[in-house]
């Protein structure tokens, strides 16, 4: 049976597994599943309808899963769909999406931490990082093990791509790449994340690819990208790289644009 203190709230619609633990005066809405081994520390809100997996840990004062601050919302039921092994940390906060027809979806072993804000149709991959007062407004995509440092900001429907790292403060207004690090105000492109690709277990010649293709599309500010796209394609050595033609398909299919 869960373990419920006595001060906390917990609504009768809620679902909630077996070893759930909630603390002092912490607020479970209706219509919030919460998976094996979640916890909630204290103070800590849930609303609905949203379901958690498991193993989510809470810390005080995060609100997760209440109604969409989109001004276009009418009140109609709207979702959040998160998995497994999250920590939101203190005054963190997710808000569900804003029509029925989509939701917002957080993945797994993600770290939100103190004051990050993560908007409506969000969809966040695994092993991301929101750091200390990092912003993401509606309908972005995060990719898996992307890092926002503190303060960053996202516009709309911007798309972060895997393993890329935003650097503190920055304006994120485009789409920034895979592998890449972007930083400054607005944001542009500024290297390969070659330490956080080696730390994930690139090889040297993955991450050799990735620095050729950034030093034909990004380096030069003023060529032609497509044409350039285009080179590192058809280079013997590298054209065939699996994450070339991730990094590629990736710029290729952005709609926002990308920063360079």
Same mark, same amino acid.
């Given at each position: 049976?869960?373990?419920?203190?006595?001060?906390?709230?917990?609504?009768?619609?809620?679902?909630?597994?077996?070893?759930?633990?909630?603390?002092?005066?912490? %607020?479970?809405?209706?219509? %919030?599943?919460?998976?094996?081994?979640?916890?909630?520390?204290?103070?800590?809100?849930?609303?609905?309808?949203?379901?958690?997996?498991?193993?989510?840990?809470?810390?005080?004062?995060?609100?997760?899963?209440?109604? +969409?601050?989109?001004?276009?919302?009418?009140?109609?039921?709207?979702?959040?769909?998160?998995?497994?092994?999250?920590?939101?940390?203190?005054?963190?906060?997710?808000?569900?999406?804003?029509?029925?027809?989509?939701?917002?979806?957080?993945?797994?072993?993600?770290?939100?931490?103190?004051? +990050?804000?993560?908007?409506?149709?969000?969809?966040?991959?695994?092993?991301?990082?929101?750091?200390?007062?990092?912003?993401?407004?509606?309908?972005?995509?995060?990719?898996?093990?992307?890092?926002?440092?503190?303060?960053?900001?996202?516009?709309?429907?911007?798309?972060?791509?895997?393993?890329?790292?935003? /650097?503190?403060?920055?304006?994120? #207004?485009?789409?920034?790449?895979?592998?890449?690090?972007?930083?400054?105000?607005? #944001?542009? %492109?500024?290297?390969?994340?070659?330490? /956080?690709?080696?730390?994930? /277990?690139?090889?040297?010649?993955?991450?050799?690819?990735?620095?050729?293709?950034?030093?034909?599309?990004?380096?030069?500010?003023?060529?032609?990208?497509?044409?350039?796209?285009?080179?590192?394609?058809?280079?013997?050595?590298?054209?065939?790289?699996?994450?070339?033609?991730?990094?590629?398909?990736?710029?290729? +299919?952005?709609?926002?644009?990308?920063?360079?």
């Amino acid at each position: 049976m869960a373990e419920i203190h006595p001060t906390a709230i917990v609504d009768p619609t809620a679902e909630l597994a077996d070893d759930v633990k909630i603390g002092p005066y912490c %607020v479970v809405g209706p219509h %919030v599943r919460l998976g094996a081994g979640c916890v909630l520390h204290s103070h800590v809100v849930l609303g609905g309808p949203s379901v958690f997996g498991k193993g989510n840990e809470f810390y005080p004062f995060a609100v997760i899963g209440l109604r +969409s601050q989109d001004l276009k919302y009418k009140g109609e039921p709207t979702f959040l769909e998160v998995g497994d092994f999250n920590v939101f940390r203190e005054n963190c906060n997710i808000n569900r999406s804003t029509t029925p027809e989509t939701k917002t979806v957080i993945g797994n072993y993600n770290h939100f931490l103190i004051n +990050s804000h993560c908007g409506h149709e969000c969809v966040v991959g695994d092993h991301v990082i929101l750091s200390g007062f990092a912003g993401v407004a509606g309908h972005c995509h995060i990719g898996d093990w992307a890092i926002l440092s503190g303060f960053a900001a996202l516009h709309q429907f911007v798309r972060i791509g895997a393993h890329a790292m935003v /650097g503190g403060c920055a304006r994120v #207004a485009q789409d920034v790449a895979p592998y890449v690090i972007a930083e400054g105000f607005p #944001a542009v %492109v500024r290297a390969v994340n070659t330490i /956080g690709l080696a730390r994930r /277990g690139f090889s040297e010649e993955d991450i050799k690819a990735l620095k050729f293709a950034y030093r034909k599309i990004f380096l030069d500010k003023n060529n032609d990208k497509e044409a350039a796209m285009d080179l590192v394609l058809a280079d013997e050595t590298y054209g065939k790289n699996p994450h070339i033609l991730h990094l590629v398909n990736f710029l290729r +299919s952005s709609e926002r644009g990308f920063i360079h």
